[in-house]
């Protein structure tokens, strides 16, 4: 276990609490009552047979390539007949403002932004999407001498816009949390946490991407204390955001905090792949092995 494992009294404190408002009051073991439900992966919708073959139940696309919101109606009919056709589903789109939508700072374009949703959102809606993640961190990089607090103020303000539309198609708007060498601004999985609770609205949820939060040297124990907030998890290799499986690294204590707060959503792994079709394999039973293998929040760490 890395440096950023939990610690392990506080561990078991915080996630036995969770247990009893959670998976325990379900009337099973907490073993059976977690786990993660699916693992997809982040590419391209014609790698679906690939990822299928590999045990992979869903796709993570983008926005731009998969609902092609610049193009008409019948230009996104083409893309969904493709993906109707494929042998597993996108579930989670990634990407979704362009750096010229600005969320925060003196010129933010929320009007352009709401617009830009109502068609994502529709079209996620039509194409059986569940989730669409906020990550962008060019839009939403705080400019220099700009308050952070006013950014804050913006940002919430602009999701708070975002849900009902996000509600009204039956879709979820999920804040990810991005490293310091992406954005300024929600960095770590308790600052995203701080932000959803502001808007305070149910159709805008929290991603945890464990790449991100290691990179922030940001423990488990953020998992456990954001669990009612968090809709989506993605995963790469903290060193040099690989695939899982390439460089042996173990989550085994994130997934034993997800598990001990009956987590059982989705996991996407958003990586730069080399090889895909080697790496896709790998990453998918490295990911089966450690989740299988993590301890319950009743078993030593």
Request: proline share 6%; hydrophobic share 45%; glycine share 8%.
């Amino acid at each position: 276990m890395d440096g950023t494992a939990l610690d392990r009294r506080h561990f078991l404190a915080a996630a036995a609490g969770c247990l009893v408002a959670g998976a325990a009051g379900a009337g099973k073991p907490a073993a059976a009552a977690a786990g993660i439900r699916s693992i997809g992966a982040w590419t391209s919708i014609a790698n679906a047979p690939l990822l299928a073959g590999s045990g992979y139940d869903f796709i993570e696309e983008e926005v731009g390539r998969f609902l092609v919101p610049d193009l008409s109606d019948a230009a996104f009919d083409a893309a969904l007949a493709q993906a109707k056709a494929a042998p597993i589903p996108v579930r989670s789109l990634v990407r979704m403002l362009p750096p010229s939508m600005q969320s925060v700072g003196p010129a933010t374009t929320h009007d352009m932004i709401e617009r830009f949703c109502e068609t994502i959102f529709a079209r996620a809606r039509r194409a059986g999407v569940e989730t669409v993640v906020f990550g962008s961190p060019r839009s939403r990089r705080i400019p220099e001498d700009f308050s952070r607090v006013e950014a804050e103020r913006q940002l919430v303000s602009l999701c708070k816009r975002l849900g009902p539309i996000a509600r009204a198609h039956d879709v979820i708007l999920a804040l990810e949390p991005l490293n310091k060498t992406e954005t300024n601004f929600i960095n770590r999985v308790s600052e995203g946490g701080a932000i959803v609770r502001a808007v305070g609205h149910p159709s805008v949820r929290l991603v945890a991407d464990l790449f991100h939060m290691r990179m922030e040297d940001e423990g488990p124990e953020s998992l456990v204390e954001n669990a009612g907030l968090i809709q989506h998890v993605q995963i790469a290799e903290k060193q040099g955001r690989r695939a899982p499986g390439v460089s042996g690294e173990n989550f085994s204590a994130y997934f034993a905090a997800l598990q001990s707060t009956g987590y059982t959503r989705r996991l996407s792994v958003e990586c730069l792949w080399s090889d895909i079709a080697q790496e896709a394999p790998v990453a998918f039973r490295t990911l089966r092995s450690q989740i299988d293998r993590a301890p319950s929040a009743t078993s030593p760490l």
